[in-house]
């Protein structure tokens, strides 16, 4: 762009991959800058809902970002979680998901998912089933 004897570079959609020097032209002259392109900080959109759920049903927690994030990680307490037969970790767009089959009393806990600077905490409950004896045993001799 050129205003009477000024020359001016606008730069549009940038993007970290353009970090660099910059250099401008014309004639004999030029002038160079270094360019430093910074990622947009990820914040979160929607917070883990504290979940209840009971002993053997399984749970879904999850999370939204803006922008959408590189990547998620998800921790039960201090514990990073990784997918397993127990966790499903799932991570499309903006949102970000665990999945917790099999619950047993000890999943109950605080549970967050972390994209750069940006973390959620959530509480999960799990209720032990109710287990009652219909009919006692009775002696047997044999």
């Given at each position: 762009?050129?205003?009477?004897t ?10 970290t991959?353009?970090?660099g020097a ?8 030029k002038?160079?800058?270094?360019l430093v392109v ?10 883990i809902e ?16 803006k ?22 970790l799932?991570q ?6 665990l ?12 549970y967050r ?30």
């Amino acid at each position: 762009e050129q205003d009477g004897t000024i020359h001016r570079l606008n730069l549009w959609k940038t993007k970290t991959s353009m970090t660099g020097a910059v250099q401008f032209a014309i004639g004999k002259a030029k002038s160079m800058a270094n360019l430093v392109v910074k990622e947009i900080p990820v914040q979160i959109t929607r917070e883990i809902e504290n979940k209840s759920a009971t002993e053997r049903q399984s749970v879904i927690l999850s999370c939204e970002f803006k922008p959408s994030p590189k990547m998620v990680a998800w921790y039960k307490d201090q514990t990073l979680i990784e997918t397993s037969e127990k966790y499903k970790l799932k991570q499309e767009k903006h949102m970000a998901e665990l999945r917790i089959l099999k619950l047993k009393p000890e999943d109950s806990g605080l549970y967050r998912c972390r994209a750069g600077n940006a973390e959620s905490v959530g509480t999960l409950t799990v209720e032990a089933r109710n287990v009652q004896i219909l009919k006692h045993l009775e002696d047997v001799a044999v």
